[in-house]
């Protein structure tokens, strides 16, 4: 029997394959281990992450490969992408249970964390904004989280 995991990324590929057919595109290995690689993530990755992990799992792909698949991902609704300020961009896969959220971005550490407010979903997905129809959203909240705040109030009693 498969798992929903294994029917995420069974029904990802097939997206994919569908995707380069229609637009003349060669349906490499390479495109498609690295859309499994993707689909093993539950978090937001970089493209370095990426490169590093594809290596660690002794299958190498260059970085302008990883790069270029990239946004053919994107561009074919299987990942986002996230521009994070000085973070860079973070990616992270869309799947048949993907959901609108927002990210809580720590900008001493960089850790993000991804929070789904019922309330706000709520709110937001019902609005019609003239003949605008939302279909999904992301909204990005900066600030020091926890941990990051522990070890300032640390550091500052440490200096007193």
């Keep these: 029997m498969m798992t929903t995991d294994d029917k995420s990324v069974s ?4 997206k994919l394959a569908k995707y380069l057919e229609e637009n003349h595109l060669r ?8 859309l499994d690689m993707i689909y093993s993530h539950n978090d937001h990755f970089s493209v370095d ?5 594809m290596e660690e799992s002794s299958y190498h792909v260059s970085r302008s490969t990883v790069y270029y698949t990239m946004w053919l991902l994107c561009d074919c609704g299987l990942v986002r992408r996230h521009s994070l300020g000085s973070r860079g961009n973070r990616f992270e ?5 993907s959901t609108s959220h ?8 960089g ?15 019902g609005r019609r904004y003239g003949a605008f129809s939302t279909s999904y959203f992301s909204l990005y909240v900066y600030g020091i989280c926890p941990a990051c705040q522990r070890k300032k109030r640390k550091q500052l009693t440490k200096t007193k």
């Design 11 to 14: 029904m990802a590929r097939s």
């Design 27 to 34: 349906k490499t290995p390479e495109r498609f281990a690295i």
């Design 49 to 53: 992450t990426l490169c590093k992990e």
């Design 93 to 97: 896969k869309v799947g048949p249970n």
């Design 102 to 109: 927002y990210h809580l971005i720590c900008t001493s550490c």
């Design 111 to 125: 850790k993000i964390r991804e929070v789904k407010d019922a309330e706000m979903l709520k709110h937001i997905s």
